[in-house]
């Protein structure tokens, strides 16, 4: 099963290795990260996607709070909340389908960044399933390159973490 | 003050009395205060990673912290394995390491290692100190982590311009590690639940480990085992948190256990498990072990819970405080069927001690310990059949006499370990059971052990073997003993040659006399040469990843 999970860290170096080095070291496997400040700037929050079930979740949220410099752990499974990602991607766009590309991300509410003669690229936020079905459908025209941020969540409501 | 004399005010002021290490260009600065500062004892070890074990061994036999110290590159990597084998066995050590000057950082500099990333998987904790003004933080935060919650170790890694640099001498007198908060108390809904629960049990069992040693907690487990009647099994690091003369003991469990203590494992319908691991060595095939019990599993690491085996009652404490807890909530009772019961899997198998005329492993070991009786005595091993044999036989009465890697299995741990246990106890009985392949790895320890006087007796079972892997390739390898005969120089020549006192035993006869000798001798090492059967293997023995049950007897 897929699990959220956000770790509150001290911002301080090597942090973001001790965290992939855990993963690696324990054979656990992250289908993504993404990382950045909160509103402390001595915290800064990891915000990971994995796999696994309830026993591996368990040693995971254990293991992690054994680094010293995490201080808060929290599974968004089975609780309410927000969850985005932003894709850059990047794709043909000739003159003849440039119309229809655009009319896709419009209905995606994706943003056209950049343009160029032969190709656009497009800004998209969402769920990961909606940057995958974006994708899906940009894949015909060719799609030069694109990237991921990786889910970042928060709690719905007035709680934190 | 300039980093170095900051970093060595504050070892002063953690009460660190001697520092095992090993000099060089990335800290010179600091052996330059070493050399005005007479209450810090400073022992030269022969290669840093005798500095490391040398820590561990002292941290191990007095439970303070150990404190070595490296230079930059080399120096730094020699003390991996050490940091390793702490890790491995939660040993507080403090590791300081020189680093080349922050401008040189990142440009394969000099002797520079990034011992920071190389120690991260094997250390509690590590520090690359940046600003001179953050040196004595850390240094405080670094004695903190490696001696609180579950020890390991943690290194310091100082870089020289942070040495030299001039900054106000502070003293941090509260330090605030924001995610780092060990738990102590159990649980009191958990311990009243263990407690209703050893009331229930008919065949109840404790299973102890090296954490009870390292919380102090032998006398609560004493008294709740006789309150309640519970026999005991312990661990390989466990040996000496139960007296083991006490008719409670069952002795060690796991790989080269008792035929007893695997017994009452796999019959128990209780397992209290105390500090203790779970490790692949002790359960055996980890899904039979212990099948009939229900599982209490006390320990300080909440990561422990779980990670092996599913325990029914979970405490996350102090095992001191835990088990304090406990006897309070539990009623006198006996169990005299269980102990029964016991008493027969005593009887149906003796440990096979064939008469010989060779001189066996264990005429050494069990004629030592008659000698000794472990009283003033802290015995150390290596790793290899000879540890398991010493394990076996040497009986242990208290916490702190027996010294050995357990979790990473160093051979080369003994020697250097033996130097800080002794340094650590200069009026104990420090006597080192060692192997003829374990004893070349750290062999220049010697050196150490000559320059500084220090009385070690070190026993050799020499058996020309990687005996422990030759067994191995015997018992599940068709006897292919592919590269484990060892060819030996005279061991008593080269002890001579160090400037120890070097004696040889070939027959049996001649045992007593050369144990004698050696415990008389007060001002230097002596190495006693024993050359043991060859082939003889450790019994019983539970073949990797095979059940506790189906345990090889002869
Ligand atoms: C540093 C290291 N290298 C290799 C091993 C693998 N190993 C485990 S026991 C053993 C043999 C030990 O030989 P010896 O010290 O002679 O002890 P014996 O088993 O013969 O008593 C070896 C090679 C190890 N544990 N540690
Ligand atoms: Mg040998």
């Not at chain 2, 600091?30 to 074990?53: K, M």
């Not at chain 2, 035993?505 to 000798?517: G, H, N, R, W």
């Not at chain 2, 293997?537 to 539970?542: A, R």
Request: glycine share 8%.
């Amino acid at each position: 099963m897929q699990h959220i999970i956000s770790v509150l860290v001290e911002n301080k170096p090597r942090v973001l290795a001790r965290v992939a080095s855990l993963f690696a070291r324990r054979g656990y496997n992250i289908e993504s990260l993404a990382v950045g400040p909160t509103q402390d700037p001595q915290i800064s929050r990891i915000t990971l996607v994995v796999h696994g079930n309830e026993d591996i979740l368990e040693q995971i949220t254990k293991q992690l709070y054994k680094l010293i410099e995490v201080i808060k752990v929290g599974d968004f499974t089975n609780t309410s909340y927000v969850d985005r990602e932003l894709a850059l991607i990047k794709v043909n766009a000739p003159a003849a389908v440039r119309s229809e590309v655009a009319q896709i991300a419009e209905i995606f509410r994706a943003r056209i960044v950049d343009v160029e003669e032969k190709s656009l690229t497009v800004e998209v936020t969402g769920t990961p399933d909606k940057i995958d079905a974006l994708e899906q459908l940009l894949r015909k025209y060719g799609i030069i390159e694109m990237t991921r941020t990786g889910r970042i969540a928060l709690a719905r409501g007035s709680k934190s973490l | 003050m300039k980093g170095a004399q900051i970093l060595i005010e504050l070892l002063k002021r953690e009460g660190v009395e001697v520092i095992f290490g090993y000099p060089g260009g990335a800290v010179i600065d600091i052996y330059d205060v070493i050399y005005e500062t007479p209450e810090i004892h400073h022992i030269l070890v022969r290669h840093e990673q005798g500095a490391a074990h040398a820590a561990d061994g002292y941290a191990r036999s007095t439970g303070k912290v150990g404190v070595c110290m490296a230079t930059s590159g080399p120096g730094a990597t020699n003390l991996v394995t050490g940091l390793a084998t702490a890790y491995m066995d939660s040993i507080p050590i403090v590791a300081i390491t020189g680093q080349v000057g922050t401008p040189l950082i990142g440009k394969d500099s000099f002797q520079e290692a990034d011992i920071t990333g190389i120690t991260m998987p094997i250390t509690k904790h590590n520090f690359l100190v940046t600003r001179v003004e953050d040196l004595a933080f850390i240094v405080r935060e670094a004695f903190y982590i490696a001696s609180s919650g579950r020890p390991g170790p943690v290194v310091i890694d100082i870089p020289k311009d942070v040495q030299q640099k001039t900054t106000e001498f502070v003293y941090p007198e509260k330090i605030k590690i924001p995610g780092y908060k060990p738990t102590y108390r159990g649980h009191v809904k958990q311990i009243t639940l263990a407690a209703a629960a050893i009331m229930e049990a008919e065949r109840p069992l404790l299973y102890v480990g090296g954490g009870v040693i390292t919380s102090g907690a032998s006398a609560q487990l004493l008294e709740l085992a006789e309150k309640t009647d519970i026999p005991v099994v312990h661990t390989m690091m466990g040996k000496g948190t139960f007296p083991e003369s006490h008719p409670l003991s069952l002795g060690m469990l796991g790989m080269h256990g008792t035929y007893w203590a695997n017994k009452a494992v796999m019959n128990c319908d209780l397992l209290i498990a105390v500090g203790a691991r779970f490790d692949d060595r002790v359960t055996g095939k980890v899904d039979t072990f212990a099948p009939k019990a229900k599982i209490i599993h006390i320990d300080i690491d909440p990561a422990e819970i779980g990670k092996n085996v599913k325990s029914d009652i979970p405490i996350v404490g102090d095992a001191r405080l835990v088990l304090g807890e406990l006897v309070k909530r539990v009623e006198r009772k006996t169990h005299p069927q269980w102990r029964e019961e016991i008493e027969t899997f005593k009887r149906a198998y003796s440990p096979p001690y064939k008469e010989s005329p060779k001189l066996l492993p264990h005429h050494v070991i069990t004629l030592i310990y008659e000698k000794t009786h472990g009283e003033n005595t802290i015995l150390v091993t290596d790793v290899g059949q000879h540890q398991m044999w010493a394990a076996q036989m040497y009986r242990c009465e208290k916490p702190r006499t027996w010294v050995s890697s357990g979790g990473l299995g160093t051979m080369g741990y003994g020697l250097p370990a033996s130097i800080g246990v002794q340094i650590g106890n200069p009026d104990k009985r420090v006597i080192l059971i060692s192997g003829d392949g374990s004893i070349f790895m750290k062999i220049q320890e010697m050196v150490t052990a000559v320059n500084y006087g220090l009385p070690l007796k070190i026993f050799v079972m020499n058996n020309s073997y990687l005996g422990m892997v030759r067994q191995w390739q015997g018992c599940l390898y068709k006897k292919r003993y592919s590269c484990t005969r060892l060819h030996n120089p005279d061991l008593a020549v080269v002890a001579r040659a160090f400037g120890a006192e070097g004696l040889t035993v070939k027959t049996q006869a001649e045992l007593e006399q050369a144990i004698d000798k050696a415990l008389a001798i007060q001002d230097r090492p002596v190495l006693v040469d024993c050359h043991v059967a060859e082939e003889e293997n450790v019994l019983p023995f539970v073949p990797p990843g095979k059940s506790l049950e189906e345990m090889i007897l002869e």
